[in-house]
């Protein structure tokens, strides 16, 4: 089980993958640790700044209780 932080990250990093893959070749350009490296700085930014954010309920059909 991941932590909140872990959680936010995972999801900044995704978010930073959407985003270099709009400028072209840029994505490839990052490892994946350099990748994991600058979503935590991100998140950890965020934390200095007093940001808090919250993930919200899971979604009908995601996770592992898919069949209910």
Known sequence: ??????????????????????IRGMRRSLTEEEQQRVAGAIVE?????????????????HGPNIMR
Request: aromatic share 8%; net charge positive.
């Open 1 to 22: 089980m991941w932590s909140k932080t872990e959680t936010l990250r995972f999801c900044v990093m995704m978010g930073l993958r959407k985003g270099l893959a709009l």
């Open 45 to 61: 930014h965020l934390e200095q700044s007093n940001w808090r954010i919250e993930q919200g309920p899971e979604r009908e059909g």
